[in-house]
């Protein structure tokens, strides 16, 4: 911890807190107002009013409202001012203690005297760049506009346009988001301000595709947070802001159909209604929201397994294929999100209650093949997958201005989330599938070679794992702020608040497993009594097997599958092979000795790995927010965090049958504390009108993951080894620089260029297999002494180093003639480095002559030097876009370089992604009926695949994704 510049800042907070003994409370007045879209009547959010010659201002908050506090009787020049609007000016005469309304109504404009219409567009753009410019935070934004007019497939498709971003897909959508090169689990998901439960079984990080676009007023994308900001996110905060009832009634109703080119299906759909409506004098709004969709998102995959044999430490080996697989892919999604809001507005202030609801439920039902290249075998799989995964959120808020300078702002929240995962699967197995010798063949090859012969395959193996994990969250905050100002020149807000949040997590599994191939006699004969279908089974000494044949799914076909490259099957009938599990489960699970056991409920892997705990995390912060001039703004301060945690799991020795008993375990419980002060610096300089110069020295951290916190140990005697948690793992902790300019011009639009670095301690992994030198140094029974830690979890003692640099261009084209004025066009790259240096450890045998003679071995740490799992070196986003009358059109390219994706001990062994390319288009055209629009978005237009490969010389691909193109076609009807 950087203990200088942290006692630098608490100073400067708590000198100006003391300025604040001689501020007046006497005479002062107010000044506050609303600025409009004079066109269109549209609030404008982030717009600026200022006291022109002194330190006093405000922005507009998303009702389009300011207030300008603490001002002396005199008499002033207020200024509104909002980029691609004309400037207002007005002088204000100001009395003592008097409240003065002023509203102002801006034009849109660039030439003098020349009015220009403003295109959906580039009112999207323009309030996402008014916005960003507004906010004290290192923030991005896209705006209500940009959403509502031509929306993405979902939220996190629009948050990937963003600098600095990249977005993880399953089956083609984006579901989780990665900020600027980090995974994430180091990134955080919240809605108001208020962060969702997390989605996953084992990290921190949220599902993104919860959420829909249709229930926003707009998305932030915070990259370096101020002290009254949660701290524990090394990447960044995705923040959803929902939406708010509107003046009057209104409504709107979205039909739309889908269409699938990997399935050419047309079946899918989405159905959106909007509804709300404002009472007595708007001071009370209702709103509601019901979104159901039915999406395919199925995919064609190949997966790749290699050896290297014979390697050698620190040189690039070559590989070797060991095994392909190749999965039919079949993925429904059923998602329902609802979203109620009420809001009272209260004498300068509001209360709300906000409720979001969103559950996924996805049926994904696998086909695929097997091929084990040195065994030569291969197996036909089926498997169905469900997964049901539920987010609710409720929120109350309070904010009101008190006695003009008082600033109190509080909230309470429950999130909760569920996920529930049903895996089957029933395999078909065939010994000697090939003609030759596949060891080290190609994919296409060792299709050649395949037996296509049913007489040598026969059922094998089933299996169902049940995962069920929950979280709740209680989240208490309260925010104080006081307006003071010294001078005209030196005004500002004190503010200091506290946050409490509480989390239960818990995580229960179910392994069951059986066999078909040599079943128990009992077994066999019961099914072949059960199952007529099934025929009579040899029971001699010989081979006990039933044939495929009864199992066989007659109706599906791998025609079309990656384009008719690959054929596949036959496969097990799914229906028929869950009657088989279900006999098998209810007749055979149980006996005297486990040979016995045609049905296995594994003991050890269905409750070994199920843990529960709670968290408590307490939260301070004091910061000075001042204006020093109208051209320089300072924000300084510091946030305390606290997080107890109590994580129960087991501990114990493995049974020399795992399967058939878990006796010799306790379930034991580790409470962990942490405490961290974490300071923020943020200057912010507008020199001139029009350049904005930008500096932030911040300072968060990350938390391991639950699984990493649990006391988890599982001792094998056979083998003197364990699987362990590491007790004394603590959270990674980040020093950051932030440094940006940006320039607004007319002509030129909005340029941006920012440059960040992120210095990263204690950040969490894994060195590999551990010898065991001496127990006591890991809290080990003694019999594990000379043993081995299967897979070791440790804080890096090297620090990891992350810098890159952010461009953001933003123009339309209003100069251009007639109809060519509606062109809009963005673009933004990023360019990310970083070096980690991941632990290695070489187990090494060693013989000590003596006298007398001993042999053991010894860990032998190095390291090894490459980039963070999950950054690319280069992103670009571009999009055109173009609005004339009725008609709007945005086709836009999505670029990112090659991915890190997974580090290995051996350099030949580690993945990257390949370099990937994606284009979309939305068009709109406003029909004849009022209200009423007709919308077409065509995703991957060119079907660009998501491809995986192995960093040997021939980058030899590890996993290839293909999920098409889909074609969305929709009405959309405002009344």
């Given at each position: 911890?950087?203990?200088?510049f942290?006692?630098s800042i ?29 066109q ?33 009787p005199?008499t002033?020049v207020?200024?509104?001012g ?5 400037t207002?000016?007005?002088?204000l005469?100001?009395?003592?203690g008097?409240d003065?309304?002023?509203d102002?109504?801006?034009?849109y404009t ?6 220009i219409?403003?295109t ?9 760049i ?15 506009d ?18 600095g ?29 208020v ?5 996953d ?13 249709y ?9 370096a947070?101020t002290?009254?900001q ?15 009832a509107?003046?009057g009634f ?8 889908m ?5 050419d299906?047309?079946?899918d ?13 708007d ?5 509601g ?5 039915k ?13 290297n ?6 040189s ?7 095994g ?42 696998s086909?695929?093949e ?23 959120t ?7 201005t ?6 109190v702002?509080?909230?309470f929240?429950?999130?909760f989330s569920?996920?529930k995962?049903?895996d ?12 030759a010798n ?11 070679y395949?037996?296509n012969?049913?007489?040598?395959m026969w059922p ?15 989240t208490?905050?309260?925010?104080l702020?006081?307006?003071i100002?010294?001078t ?8 200091a ?14 392994a069951?497993s ?18 007529e ?12 097997r ?9 109706d ?20 028929f ?29 269905s ?13 301070g ?16 301060g ?6 107890e ?11 020399n ?24 610096l ?27 916190l ?10 003197k ?9 603590v959270?990674a ?20 260029a920012?440059?960040f ?12 297999r551990?010898?065991?030198?001496d ?9 594990l002494?000379k043993?081995?830690i ?10 990891v ?6 461009l953001?261009?933003q123009?339309?084209?209003?100069y251009?003639?007639?109809f ?19 632990p ?53 390219m999505?670029?990112r370089?090659?991915?890190?994706r997974q ?10 992604s ?18 009423m ?9 060119t079907?660009?695949?998501?491809i ?10 590890s ?16 009344f």
């Amino acid at each position: 911890m950087n203990t200088r510049f942290s006692a630098s800042i608490i100073l400067c907070v708590f000198l100006l807190l003391s300025f604040t003994v001689n501020a007046s409370f006497s005479q002062s007045a107010s000044i506050q107002g609303t600025v409009i879209d004079e066109q269109t009547g549209d609030e404008l959010v982030g717009a600026h009013v200022v006291l022109k010659g002194t330190s006093l201002g405000a922005a507009t908050n998303f009702d389009g409202k300011y207030l300008i506090p603490n001002v002396k009787p005199g008499t002033y020049v207020i200024e509104a001012g909002y980029i691609g609007y004309a400037t207002i000016t007005d002088t204000l005469m100001v009395s003592p203690g008097m409240d003065l309304v002023r509203d102002f109504e801006l034009v849109y404009t660039e030439l003098e005297g020349a009015e220009i219409v403003v295109t959906a567009q580039a009112q999207g753009q323009l309030a996402a760049i008014n916005r960003q410019l507004s906010e004290k935070s290192l923030v991005n934004i896209v705006s209500s506009d940009r959403i509502e007019e031509l929306p993405d497939a979902n939220a996190a498709e629009s948050v990937s346009r963003i600098p600095g971003i990249t977005v993880q897909r399953e089956g083609g959508e984006g579901n989780k988001v990665v900020v600027r090169g980090l995974s994430p689990k180091y990134n955080a998901v919240s809605v108001n301000g208020v962060r969702l439960a997390a989605t996953d079984s084992s990290n921190r990080s949220t599902d993104l595709s919860m959420v829909s676009q249709y229930m926003l007023e707009g998305i932030e994308v915070t990259k370096a947070g101020t002290p009254d900001q949660d701290a524990d996110v090394l990447g960044g905060t995705v923040n959803f802001k929902l939406k708010k009832a509107e003046s009057g009634f209104n409504s709107r109703l979205i039909v739309q159909s889908m269409y699938n080119d990997l399935r050419d299906s047309y079946g899918d759909y989405k159905f959106v209604f909007t509804s709300s409506k404002r009472f007595w004098d708007d001071r009370l709004g209702v709103l509601g929201l019901i979104d159901l969709e039915k999406r395919d998102r199925s995919s064609w995959e190949l997966g790749a397994s290699y050896t290297n044999p014979n390697a050698q430490l620190d040189s690039l080996n070559t590989l070797r294929s060991t095994g392909y697989q190749l999965y039919d892919i079949s993925r429904l999604n059923d998602r329902t999100n609802g979203l109620f809001v009420a809001d009272w507005r209260i004498p300068n202030g509001n209360l709300s209650y906000s409720f979001l609801s969103s559950s996924i439920e996805s049926d994904r039902i696998s086909h695929f093949e097997s091929y084990g290249l040195g065994a030569r075998t291969r197996l036909m799989t089926s498997g169905n997958a469900d997964n049901n995964t539920r987010v609710r959120t409720h929120i109350v808020e309070y904010e009101q201005t008190i006695a003009k300078k008082l600033n109190v702002s509080a909230s309470f929240s429950r999130a909760f989330s569920a996920q529930k995962l049903d895996d089957f699967y029933f395999s078909f197995r065939q010994e000697q599938a090939f003609t030759a010798n596949p060891l080290g063949a190609t994919v296409d090859t060792v299709q050649t070679y395949i037996v296509n012969d049913t007489v040598t395959m026969w059922p094998d193996t089933y299996s169902l794992d049940e995962d069920d994990t929950e979280e709740r969250d209680q989240t208490f905050r309260v925010d104080l702020g006081y307006d003071i100002r010294l001078t005209n020149n030196l005004s500002g807000t004190i503010k200091a608040g506290a946050k409490n949040r509480r989390k239960s997590r818990d995580y229960d599994r179910g392994a069951q497993s059986g066999r078909l191939n040599n079943a128990p006699v009992r077994a066999m004969e019961g099914l072949s009594e059960t199952f007529e279908e099934l025929g009579a089974v040899p029971l001699g000494y010989g081979v006990r097997r039933f044939p495929i044949a009864p199992f066989v799914d007659e109706d599906y076909s791998s025609e079309g599958f990656f384009g008719g490259d690959y054929t596949l099957g036959p496969f097990p009938d799914l229906d028929f092979a869950r009657e088989i599990f279900d006999y098998m489960g209810e007749n055979f699970s149980n006996a005297g000795y486990w040979e016995d056991i045609a049905h296995t409920i594994h003991k050890t892997n269905s409750n070994l790995f199920d843990y529960s705990g709670k968290e408590n995390y307490l939260a301070g912060y004091a910061m000075a927010d001042m204006d020093i001039g109208s051209r320089l703004n300072v924000v300084s301060g510091v946030r305390w965090e606290k997080n107890e945690t109590t994580y129960r799991a087991w501990q114990g020795w493995s049974d020399n049958i795992p399967s058939f008993s878990f006796t010799a375990y306790d379930r034991v419980e580790r409470e962990r504390e942490n405490t961290f002060m974490l300071p923020a610096l943020f200057v912010r300089l507008r020199p001139v009108d029009g350049l904005e110069l930008r500096f932030a020295k911040t300072r968060t951290l990350s938390r391991p993951n639950y699984t990493d916190l649990i006391p988890l140990a599982n001792y094998i005697g056979s083998s003197k080894s364990v699987n362990y948690r590491n007790p004394n793992i603590v959270p990674a902790v980040s020093e950051n620089i932030d440094l940006s300019v940006s320039i607004t011009q007319n002509y030129i639009g909005f340029i941006s260029a920012g440059y960040f670095r992120k210095n990263i301690s204690d950040l969490i992994y894994s060195s590999g297999r551990r010898y065991i030198e001496d127990h006591e140094v890991y809290g080990l029974p003694e019999e594990l002494e000379k043993g081995f830690i299967q897979n070791y979890v440790s804080n890096n003692p090297n620090d990891v180093t992350l810098s890159g640099i952010e461009l953001d261009f933003q123009t339309r084209f209003w100069y251009l003639p007639s109809f060519l004025s509606g062109l809009v066009f963005n673009a933004n790259y990023t360019v990310t480095e970083s070096e980690v240096k991941y632990p290695r450890t070489v187990i090494e045998f060693q013989i000590d002559y003596g006298p007398p003679l001993r042999v053991g071995s010894v860990n032998v740490d190095s390291i090894y030097v490459d980039r963070l799992i999950d950054q690319p070196n280069h992103i670009m986003n571009m999009s055109l876009g173009y609005d004339y009358r009725g008609f709007s059109a945005r086709v836009s390219m999505l670029h990112r370089s090659d991915i890190f994706r997974q580090t290995n001990f051996w350099p030949e062994l580690r993945q990257a992604s390949a370099a990937f390319r994606r284009y979309d288009l939305s068009i709109k055209q406003t029909l004849p009926v009022k209200g009423m629009d007709l919308y077409l978005n065509v995703s991957n237009i060119t079907s660009a695949e998501d491809i995986n490969e192995m960093l040997n010389v021939a980058r030899s691909i590890s996993s290839r994704q293909n999920y098409g193109r889909t074609v969305d076609l929709g009405l959309r009807y405002a009344f």
